[in-house]
């Protein structure tokens, strides 16, 4: 709903290799005519000998929820360094859509093809409102716009509107984002990566220190988004992952120990064995 059009195609079909193609991606925007938004295969990071990710294989389709959980070292961090391009990896193959080889982006090439990432600690503007910190969030064309004529345009309020709506901070943009608590500025973190409309989420222990009736509205609010994003969130907190319903992976040595409903993988003994039975 969100993807715009982009010169990917185009240029692909003008016999240039995705890899000469990636470079020139102005838009975000993916091509995911396979149903697929996140294809990793054989993904290996070695940090001085150590496999952090050890021919790690992962399909992540369009419009899914999915949840990684795994014992602290399993790689599931590394893993998201490798999406975004904050870590090469070794050998591998790491594909957003069709066309898109991550591993040959740079950071901010694939944040604005539309690779969103929450990390642990929210990083507001404690000293801006929570109306300003989605305001700067937006885009960067309408950001520049915004800020040379010190308005914003229609689309952009109702934007920022709808946000505060979806994030549940509609009735604190005003307030200064310094003083929210824990679990709302996680909210408008979320929501200053949603004014980027980002088509894939990475989101790492996004509950971590959320009361439970925090946690519970952000499983709402990530329900809310699947479909329209794809999201992939690292967490520990079982009955959050519950309430997600999503397909789980578990990670373990940096590679897929176990997939599938939340059920099997708590039945699977070898999960039990290195992570929920300790
Ligand atoms: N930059 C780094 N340098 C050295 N070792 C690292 C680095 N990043 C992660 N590691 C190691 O890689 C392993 C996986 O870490 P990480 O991906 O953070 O696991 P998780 O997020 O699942 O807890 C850990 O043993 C960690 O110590
Ligand atoms: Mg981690």
Not at 59 to 87: F, H, Q, S
Not at 179 to 204: F, N, R
Not at 225 to 253: N, P, R, W, Y
Request: glycine share 10%; charged share 25%.
């Amino acid at each position: 709903m969100n993807s715009k059009p982009v010169s990917v195609e185009a240029e692909n079909q003008g016999g240039e290799g995705s890899a000469q193609v990636v470079g020139h991606v102005l838009q975000p925007g993916v091509d995911i005519s396979h149903k697929v938004i996140l294809y990793l295969e054989d993904i290996s990071v070695s940090f001085d000998g150590f496999k952090a990710l050890n021919n790690l294989n992962m399909t992540i389709d369009a419009g899914e929820l999915r949840c990684i959980i795994g014992p602290n070292g399993a790689g599931k961090t590394t893993m998201m360094d490798v999406i975004t391009g904050k870590t090469r990896p070794d050998s591998g193959t790491c594909f957003f859509g069709q066309t898109l080889d991550l591993t040959r982006m740079t950071e901010p090439e694939i944040a604005h093809a539309g690779i969103g990432r929450k990390f642990q600690k929210p990083t507001i503007f404690e000293n801006h409102t929570v109306f300003e910190n989605l305001e700067l969030a937006m885009k960067t064309d309408k950001r520049v716009w915004a800020s040379l004529f010190a308005w914003l345009d229609r689309e952009g309020r109702d934007k920022i509107a709808d946000t505060l709506k979806l994030i549940r901070l509609d009735q604190e943009a005003d307030r200064q984002a310094g003083l929210l608590s824990h679990g709302q500025k996680q909210w408008l973190e979320i929501g200053m990566l949603l004014m980027q409309e980002p088509q894939l989420l990475l989101l790492d222990e996004p509950v971590a220190g959320m009361t439970d009736d925090e946690t519970e509205r952000t499983a709402e609010l990530f329900k809310s988004l699947a479909g329209k994003h794809s999201l992939v969130v690292v967490e520990h907190d079982m009955a959050f992952i519950e309430q997600l319903g999503g397909k789980v992976t578990v990670l373990h040595e940096g590679s897929v120990l176990a997939e599938g409903s939340l059920a099997k993988v708590q039945a699977d003994q070898r999960v039990i064995e290195v992570y929920l039975g300790r």
